[in-house]
């Protein structure tokens, strides 16, 4: 069965930090790219950080930049999201994705030129004190 997880959301103080885990099973990381994006209500779906399997290559969204990064696992399947210096605006559910079997995208996986083949359920972040 093929299916992203991700996991590790939830409730912290603005200013805090949290790690965000997405796990793939029935497939392999390596062979895609992974994004995660994230949706607040009301708001669009936003492509926050990007990253190549095959170049370890990534990419940030303005809004993350600096405070977030993205890595990988590849023993473990598993891509990263390091979340730090979090503000309330960042509060929404998180998602990460896979896409663009093969090659080596980034930023265009995060704004939507490349397809996404697989999705996650999605974590929910709030940042509230």
């Known amino acids: 069965q093929v299916q992203l997880v991700e996991s590790g959301g939830g409730l912290v103080q603005p200013g805090g930090s949290l790690r965000l885990s997405c796990a793939a099973s029935g497939f392999a990381l390596a062979d895609y790219s992974i994004g995660w994006f994230r949706q607040a209500p009301g708001k669009e779906r936003e492509g926050i950080s990007c990253?190549?399997?095959?170049?370890?290559?990534?990419y940030y969204a303005d809004s993350v930049k600096g405070r977030y990064a993205i890595f990988s696992d590849k023993a473990k399947n598993t891509v990263y999201l390091q979340l730090n210096n979090l503000k309330p605006e960042d509060t929404a559910v998180y998602y990460c994705a896979a896409g663009g079997w093969g090659t080596v995208a980034t930023q265009s996986l995060c704004d939507g030129r490349i397809r996404t083949d697989y999705w996650g359920q999605g974590t929910q972040v709030t940042v509230s004190s």
């Open positions: 990253i190549s399997s095959k170049t370890s290559a990534t």
